[in-house]
Structures are given as structure tokens and as C-alpha cells.
């Protein structure tokens, strides 16, 4: 074996022999022992120095391989690669749709980890064959692997999961796991989850707005029910338990159409931007007062809606991003429900 590797096996630990051998090298490499370059022992070397099975010494090759650690060059052997990635936490960050909001958790996430991480960032598009393909692709690379489970069925409706989801979600060790957004998936073991509660939620935030929901006549929620990114449909139970309880006059949109019937102290509650963009347009051409004469509240807090005077109901998207960060950091492995908050503003 090469002066410069010294790969230490304990037969008395219960750290499994292949996982020795990974830190054994890393740790050559961070100390400087091993050069970039550098080449190291044949899979066979390695088997008999150590006395281990070739399977095991395969294993950790195969590992370090997928975390770039080292290379294999056809008919010459091992090499050392990169050694950028040995300090560093590397994480597998899997998001269902490229919005506004998952990409606020995200960034609020890789600016809480700090430089000492790579995070390799992902998107399936609520789509179950784009999901598990993706994960099967990185699985046995990264230190953690922080995912969002939203999905949608063949009628374009939500679904937490299905079968085959849980079959790949189930091969990430758990304390790899961190579970963002949503809590439905039934997934065992000990694990980290900051989530939505969608249905006790939007239910407590409205209740919160209640001393100006009830000056409306009529509460209408215009929830998108084919949508290419679904929403959780306990997003409308929670509303219709708020009006039901209240004794509100309630109504289901699927959008804002062209050319609404709007009728005086009526309020809106949005799902998607473009429901809120169409209705703030038409209540401006027809010269109604936004907060008097119609009320709007927007569901995902966004700095526009800040701007523009929009009251929201809204999880804390940078909280979430940072509660994750700190449960990797900390190897923290909790359940956190995730803040919502009602932010009156001049739109109720």
C-alpha cells in the first residue's frame, strides 16, 4: 500500500468496514497525505492489504466515485479528483416547482448552511416519474438529501404521494432525510420534517382576520383544481370548516374569470398570481375600491403583495429554509410545524 493512504479498520466498531475505508481516504485527502491526482490501491490491492472482501472495497469505491472523491481511468487505476467537495456537506435539495415561494426556502436554506456546504438543487414539476428518476440518480452520494413531496394525479388533482414514491423515499437513510412543506407521506424511521399544517393553517390564520371578514357579504375562494402544480386540497377544508363555523356565505372558484360579477362587499381569497393579477386589473377598470367596496386576500407572502397593500395568509418561507439548515448543521431530527401567519393589510 502507498505511504501516503493509511486506512485504519476497526473490527470492533459498528461502523460498517466500507464506510471506514470512505473516511479513511477523505481524511488522507483533507490532511494533505493524498494529492489531487494522486493514485491509490486497485480495488484487489485494497482487499488483500486489508483482508476485507472485494464487494466491500468495491463499495467504497463505488461511493466515493458518486461523491467525486475519486476517479477511475480505464486500464490505469484509482485516482484522487477533486478535494473541494471533502470539507464540504454536499446535499440533495428536491423541490416540486420552480415558484417564487420554494425558491425563497431554497435560498434562505443555502445562505443559513453557509459556504461549507454543496447544494445541489433539483425540480420534478409535481411529476411521480420525474421525482423518482432524479432520486435513483443521486441516491448513496450526498450527506442529506431535503425534499418536498407534491404531486399530482392523473384528473391533475394533489396527492401527498404514491406507492412508488414511497418505495424511494424509504431507501434514503433517515438521518439523510429531511422532509420540506409537507407531512402526509407515512414514512418510517426517525427523520427531520418542518412542515404545513394546509388545513388547520389556512382555518386559525382567517379566524385571526376575522373582525374584518365578517364587514363581507359573500367570501369567495378561487383554488385552482387543475393545475400542472396542484395545490393540497386541505387548503379547502380548512376554508369551508372557517365559513361553515362562521356562518359566512361561501363560494368555490376554480379561477377569476374574464368579466366577473362582482357584487359590492364581496371578498376574495387567491391561490395562484394570476388569479390575483386578473382580479386586481378588473376591480381597477371598474373603479371599485380595493378594501371597501371589494376585499382581496392573497394566499404566499411575497414582497409585490407587501408593496402593493395585499392582505396574505402565509408560511414563513425563509423560516422554513432556515429551520432545515440549522436541523442539518445541528443533525437535528424533529417535526416542526412551519409559522403561518395573517398580515392585514389595506387590500380587507
Do not use: W
Request: with cysteine; net charge positive.
Amino acid at each position: 500500500m502507498s505511504d501516503n493512504i493509511n486506512i485504519q479498520i476497526d473490527n470492533n466498531s459498528r461502523v460498517p468496514k466500507y464506510k471506514q475505508i470512505i473516511d479513511s481516504i477523505i481524511n488522507d485527502i483533507s490532511k494533505g497525505k493524498l494529492k489531487i491526482g494522486e493514485k491509490i490501491p486497485s480495488i484487489n490491492e485494497l482487499s488483500e492489504e486489508l483482508l476485507l472482501s472485494r464487494d466491500t472495497v468495491e463499495k467504497a469505491y463505488k461511493q466515493l466515485k458518486k461523491q467525486q472523491v475519486i476517479v477511475s481511468v480505464k486500464g490505469k487505476g484509482f485516482y484522487t479528483a477533486k478535494t473541494d467537495l471533502i470539507s464540504k456537506l454536499n446535499i440533495f435539495f428536491l423541490v416540486n416547482k420552480p415558484s417564487t415561494y420554494k425558491m425563497m426556502i431554497y435560498n434562505s436554506f443555502v445562505n443559513e448552511i453557509g459556504p461549507n456546504a454543496h447544494v445541489h438543487l433539483s425540480i420534478y414539476h409535481c411529476d411521480e416519474t420525474l421525482f423518482i428518476r432524479s432520486l435513483e440518480k443521486n441516491l448513496g452520494g450526498h450527506d442529506y438529501y431535503i425534499i418536498m413531496p407534491h404531486f399530482r394525479d392523473e384528473n391533475q388533482n394533489h396527492v401527498s404521494a404514491t406507492e412508488k414514491v414511497l418505495e424511494v423515499v424509504e431507501k434514503i437513510p433517515k438521518d439523510k432525510l429531511i422532509m420540506l412543506d409537507n407531512t402526509k407521506p407515512n414514512i418510517k424511521g426517525n427523520y427531520g420534517s418542518i412542515y404545513q399544517d394546509f388545513k388547520l393553517d389556512i382555518y386559525n390564520a382567517l379566524n385571526e382576520g376575522l373582525h374584518k371578514i365578517k364587514n363581507y357579504k359573500k367570501v369567495i375562494l378561487v383554488y385552482p383544481n387543475k393545475s400542472v402544480h396542484p395545490y393540497p386540497r386541505r387548503i379547502l377544508h380548512g376554508f369551508t370548516k372557517f365559513c361553515s363555523e362562521n356562518n359566512l356565505d361561501f363560494e368555490i372558484l376554480s379561477e377569476v374569470y374574464e368579466d366577473m360579477e362582482f357584487k359590492e362587499k364581496d371578498l376574495f381569497i387567491t391561490i395562484q398570481e394570476r388569479d390575483l393579477v386578473n382580479l386586481i386589473r378588473q376591480i381597477r377598470a371598474l373603479n371599485l375600491n380595493l378594501g371597501d367596496d371589494i376585499g382581496v386576500i392573497s394566499y404566499n407572502e411575497t414582497p409585490l403583495k407587501d408593496l402593493l397593500g395585499i392582505t396574505v395568509i402565509s408560511t414563513d418561507f425563509i423560516a422554513m429554509g432556515e429551520t432545515a439548515a440549522y436541523m442539518v448543521l445541528k443533525n437535528k431530527k424533529e417535526k416542526v410545524k412551519n409559522v403561518f401567519k395573517y398580515i392585514e393589510r389595506n387590500s380587507l
